[in-house]
């Protein structure tokens, strides 16, 4: 990574412990947000957060550790599951929550990181996966009490319907550039009801 840091000034000093950690975790996005995974820096990170360098190097091995570390810190954070009542709902909310989080700059910062080169460190690539297959898992209750409920086929995947759900947003955020909102969002909760009723995401 370019060795120059993008901050100039040094934070207010932040302790030790919990609160240190917290600290470098939401630096390091803020910085990854500003400058991009490629131009990062411990020096960078340390200044926003008000910390020394060598505090960062005690807790973590490298600027990638750092990074992965902050980006699950960010967006693990528990995702509220909307309990409506009735499975369109639910997943408009499920959706335009997705479009919410993915077109803030955190959010698009996520995106360059792990398509860039970036995904061929193995701790991020690591972190990639994982992030969205634990969003995935989080929503799928969502889609259970829809079959509970009678609204959905009894054999449906919860996995493949949200799947189908999160693609034309990504797909527009990631290849088309094209910009999303709401009715993107809520496109796509049609379009994912529609082939789950004709039963297109039968459980193996």
């Known amino acids: 990574m370019d060795p120059v840091g993008s901050s100039s000034r040094r934070a207010p000093a932040v302790g030790r412990g919990t609160k240190m950690r917290a600290a470098v975790l939401a630096a390091a996005v803020t910085e990854l947000t500003s400058t991009g995974y490629a131009a990062l ?10 910390v020394h360098k060598t505090t960062i190097y005690r807790n973590w091995e490298d600027s990638d550790g750092l990074v992965a570390d902050a980006l699950v810190s960010h967006f693990s954070a528990d995702i509220p599951i909307p309990d409506t009542g009735a499975v369109e709902s639910d997943l408009r909310a499920l959706a ?21 080169d970036a995904v061929r460190v193995p701790r991020l690539a ?16 969502v889609v259970a009490r829809a079959v509970e409920r009678g609204e959905l086929p009894a054999d449906t995947d919860p996995a493949e319907l949200l799947k189908a759900l999160a693609a034309p947003i990504y797909f527009r955020l990631v290849f088309t550039g094209e910009q999303v909102g709401e009715a993107t969002a809520d496109g796509a909760v049609r379009l994912a009801l ?11």
């Open 41 to 50: 820096t411990v020096d960078g990170v340390a200044r926003r957060a008000g």
């Open 126 to 141: 690591e972190v990639k996966h994982a992030l969205f297959v634990d969003r995935f898992r989080r929503a799928e209750p």
């Open 194 to 204: 529609a082939a789950a009723h004709a039963r297109v995401f039968r459980a193996a």
């Open 96 to 116: 335009r929550s997705l479009v919410a989080t993915m077109t803030t700059p955190a959010g698009r910062a996520l995106l360059a990181t792990v398509l860039s």
